[in-house]
T-cell receptor, first 117, second 114 residues
Framework: GAGVSQSPRYKVAKRGQDVALRCDPI?????LFWYQQALGQGPEFLTY????????KSGLPSDRFFAERPEGSVSTLKIQRTQQEDSAVYLC???????????????FGPGTRLTVT | GESVGLHLPTLSVQEGDNSIINCAYS??????FIWYKQESGKGPQFIID?????DKRQGQRVTVLLNKTVKHLSLQIAATQPGDSAVYFC?????????????FGAGTRLAVHP
């Protein structure tokens, strides 16, 4: 079946531009996560949605970062006034409702590689 | 695709050998641990998981060992194949999270040589 998809796969932005990254989770998955992965490092948590509710945004690095999931399916991560330190791969993951037996089974998309010049 | 793990430690093995990848985790209150595999240009892929009340779990060709005393996790891959070449990350879920927030550790690149 279809997995998590993200678009665009690659994005080059000039410093100061706004960008919007899209995530299409697996159909029916309640939970949606955004992670940021710098080169050579593990992914770092940004924010979490359960359906349309953003329950945790503690990982967002600044108020330039904003995420939404208005209808509980597709999500958009927006970065305003991009800076060079925002260059990274942005990963989206989705999972079913919390499964006490398999809480770690998140399905990741391929990521969007953002390069800020 | 983009390169993952350019500056990560590398484990080089011969095809057919067994591989052991190690990870130290930080939070003694974590309840759940997972190994993910990440190939270049792709997102992490779930491999195997283990709860904190277990010390060993086996899957197909993979075994995860958990030593809570020293906060150490390892992934053993039997009969390593070229398709196993990737970056491997351990991840933990803290008890206090209330949901499935993953905390990833530093990765290890596995290079399998024919």
């Amino acid at each position: 079946g279809a997995g998590v998809s993200q678009s665009p796969r690659y994005k080059v932005a000039k410093r100061g531009q706004d960008v919007a990254l899209r995530c299409d989770p697996i159909s029916g998955h309640v939970s949606l996560f955004w992670y940021q992965q710098a080169l050579g490092q593990g992914p770092e948590f940004l924010t979490y949605f359960q359906n349309e509710a953003q329950l945790d945004k503690s990982g967002l690095p600044s108020d330039r970062f904003f995420a939404e999931r208005p209808e509980g399916s597709v999500s958009t991560l927006k970065i305003q006034r991009t800076q060079q330190e925002d260059s990274a791969v942005y990963l989206c993951a989705s999972s079913r409702v919390r499964d006490p037996h398999r809480p770690g089974e998140q399905y990741f998309g391929p990521g969007t590689r953002l390069t800020v010049t | 695709g983009e390169s993952v793990g350019l500056h990560l430690p590398t484990l080089s093995v011969q095809e057919g050998d067994n591989s052991i990848i190690n990870c130290a985790y930080s939070n003694s209150a974590s309840d759940y641990f997972i190994w993910y595999k990440q190939e270049s240009g792709k997102g992490p892929q779930f491999i195997i998981d283990i709860r904190s009340n277990m010390d060993k779990r086996q899957g197909q060709r993979v075994t995860v060992l958990l030593n809570k005393t020293v906060k150490h996790l390892s992934l053993q891959i039997a009969a390593t194949q070229p398709g196993d070449s990737a970056v491997y990350f351990c991840a933990e879920i803290p008890l206090s999270g209330g949901y499935n927030k993953l905390i990833f550790g530093a990765g290890t690149r596995l290079a399998v040589h024919p």
